[in-house]
């Protein structure tokens, strides 16, 4: 696609329920990134992807938290038992692997209540 | 490992002064730099980069940075803000990591213009 593309663009979901988080990032960007950015915060680390592998998931907070890539496009973030402190903006980022500039969609907001 | 680091987690300067916003590396070799914006209920965008060459890179809407490999850093500067600069900037580098390049973003810099 034309950019990279996150969705729900809002999530509100009940503390416990567990949530999937969609990103669809610009054909070709082997590289993927999920980050987090709490209200007031600083972009967090969670998790990159190259292909379809993760070289690094030293950002995830906890197990209740998984990612996934397939096929070298989308990606999808799972939490688990979500609890109200995950509550934040998700975003997702892709770039090719060697040019490195990364292309950011628009988040997702997940409010836990 | 690699890293970056915004020393100010936020500025305040008046509306045309002029404004510079540090950061810091820590890289073996010669990184890849950006520099991102997000404005108040908006994405990022990539203000400029640095890949090779002149270390003075120009990017939109008036801002530049310099890299000095001898101080590690790549700060962004503009000569006049405008109130509608007001906004969070990142800074980052791009290293290699297992399997390929890695996007490392600094914890951001919160700018407030004042008229």
């Known amino acids: 696609g034309a950019g990279v593309s996150q969705s729900p663009s809002n999530k509100v979901t009940e503390k416990g329920k567990d949530v999937e988080l969609r990103c669809d990032p610009i054909s070709g960007h082997t590289a993927l990134y999920w980050y987090r950015q709490s209200l007031g915060q600083g972009l967090e680390f969670l998790i990159y992807?190259?292909?379809?592998?993760?070289?690094?998931k030293s950002g995830l907070p906890s197990d209740r938290f998984s990612a996934e890539r397939t096929g070298g496009s989308v990606s999808t973030l799972t939490i688990q038992r979500t609890q109200q402190e995950d509550s934040a903006v998700y975003l997702c980022?892709?770039?090719?692997?060697?040019?490195?500039?990364?292309?950011f969609g628009q988040g997702t907001r997940l409010t836990v209540v | 490992a690699q890293s970056v680091t915004q020393p100010d987690i936020h500025i305040t300067v008046s509306e045309g002064a002029s404004l510079e916003l540090r950061c810091n590396y820590s890289y073996g070799a010669t990184p890849y730099l950006f520099w991102y914006v997000q404005s108040p209920g908006q994405g990022l965008q990539l203000l400029l980069k640095?890949?090779?060459?002149?270390?003075l890179v120009q990017g939109i809407k008036g801002f530049e940075a310099e890299f000095k490999r001898s101080q590690s850093s790549f700060n962004l500067r503009k000569p006049s803000v405008h109130w509608s600069d007001a906004a969070e900037y990142f800074c980052a580098v791009v290293s290699w990591d297992t399997g390929g390049f890695k996007t490392i973003f600094g914890a951001g810099t919160r700018l407030f213009v004042k008229a």
């Open positions: 992807f190259q292909g379809n592998s993760a070289p690094d």
């Open positions: 640095y890949f090779s060459g002149d270390t």
């Open positions: 980022a892709s770039s090719l692997a060697v040019e490195g500039e990364a292309f």
